[in-house]
C-alpha cells in the first residue's frame, strides 16, 4: 500500500501518542522490522508521527512498548483494527519473553 492509503487508513492518528497530524509530520512504521521478514503490506504498516518515531529509534516494539505505557496503549488499540493478528501476536509473545526488572 502507498503511505498515503495507510496514513488515510489510520485517519492521520500516530498509533503511539493517539494525537492526528498533517500528512507530512506522519511517517510509516513497520510492525513486524524488515529485516525479520516483515513486508510492506498493510497488514504490516502503521502510521507514526515522527516525534514518536524518532523516540522509537531503532528498538523493536517488543522494547519500545513496555518502556512507554501510553504508547503500549494506543498500539494495541488502534492497530489492532488493522494489524494482521499474527502480527500483533507476535509482537505481544516477544514483550513477555523480555526479562522484567523486579
Ligand atoms: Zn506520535
Redesign the pocket.
Known sequence: MRREQIFARDDYQ??????R?EPDALTLDHVQPKMRGGDRSGGNLVT??????A?KGSRRLSQFLPDDPV?RE?FFALAAKHVWPRILRTVAEEMEKLPRPD
Open positions: 500516530c498509533v503511539y501518542c493517539g494525537e497530524f507514526a508521527c515522527g516525534g514518536c518515531n523516540r504508547a494506543h
